[in-house]
């Protein structure tokens, strides 16, 4: 009897201990399964953090591309000096001017003048006919700060026709 009752709080150990030891083994697989996790996120975080680096790199090398241009074509803009009535105006050839008792944009990209001959728009280098005897530092002026600087200004004249005449 006694060895029956050794025997069952034997088998009993015995079999408290190994499903322990299938807990145990679970809970060492679920703490693998989760660190494993943790590993690919990490290395998923890295591989965005990179290529967002990659794509930063890219950006700002464009991005200096596009300055230099901008200052290269600035340069030429310069080249020639300002107009005659610039520095009445203050004018720093950052933006088109309107002239706009004479419905005439100063496009300073392409150094001249655009204006409307015979119902289309015309550019000229030089001041235009009907402008040589007219003293452009006292005409009135309008600073367009809104169109970028390398845009033809006359694409955007029926948006702002009725602000022109306004002044």
Do not use: C
């Not at 950006?59 to 230099?68: L, V």
Request: aromatic residues 16%; glycine residues 6%; positive net charge.
């Amino acid at each position: 009897m006694k060895r029956n009752i050794l025997l069952l709080l034997l088998m009993a150990i015995f079999l408290t201990t190994g499903a322990q030891t299938d807990i145990l083994a679970q809970g060492r697989k679920a703490e693998k399964d989760y660190w494993k996790r943790i590993e690919k996120s990490e290395k998923a975080r890295d591989k965005y953090y990179k290529d967002l680096r990659k794509q930063e790199k890219k950006y700002y090398k464009e991005s200096a591309k596009r300055q230099r241009k901008y200052y290269k074509d600035l340069r030429k803009i310069y080249k020639n000096g300002p107009p005659p009535w610039a520095k009445a105006h203050g004018y720093d050839a950052r933006h088109h001017i309107y002239f706009s008792d004479y419905r005439t944009f100063y496009d300073p990209y392409r150094g001249g003048y655009v204006y409307i001959n015979g119902g289309n728009w015309s550019f000229s280098a030089d001041i235009p006919s009907f402008l040589i005897n007219v003293d452009l530092g006292r005409a009135r002026t309008r600073v367009l700060r809104d169109i970028p600087l390398n845009r033809h200004p006359e694409d955007f004249y029926d948006d702002y026709d009725d602000d022109y005449w306004d002044d």
